[in-house]
């Protein structure tokens, strides 16, 4: 199953945009995400490693794409990298059981 996330939703709720208009996020296989060990920078505008994203989600910190975003600001520069971030985010949700 193929998961899409919007993860600028939020502020596009403030701003009163049309939901229409927004652009989803494809996120990126699994196995593309396991070619990022733990030090791979996965998004370079905010220094953000593989590592901080699946420690924040394994801990309980973050429990979602906009979670990741919010705490660490991966892919609030070019947005080159929201694929590569929601997909880790996806891959580690699935492996915790208390994800919701």
């Known amino acids: 199953m193929e998961t899409t996330a919007d993860p ?9 945009e049309d939901e229409t208009t927004a652009s989803s996020i494809t996120p990126a296989t ?15 505008c905010n220094n953000v490693n593989a590592g901080e994203i699946r420690s924040l989600i394994q801990s309980g910190t973050c429990c979602s794409l906009d979670d990741v975003q919010v705490k660490t600001r991966a892919g609030g520069g070019c947005g080159a990298c929201l694929p590569f971030v929601a997909g880790i985010v996806d891959v580690e949700l699935k492996k915790c059981p208390n994800a919701q």
Do not use: K, Q, S, Y
């Open 30 to 44: 699994p196995e593309e995400c396991a070619t990022f060990d733990d030090d791979a920078m996965v998004c370079t």
């Open 8 to 16: 600028l939703a939020a502020i596009r709720n403030l701003i009163g």
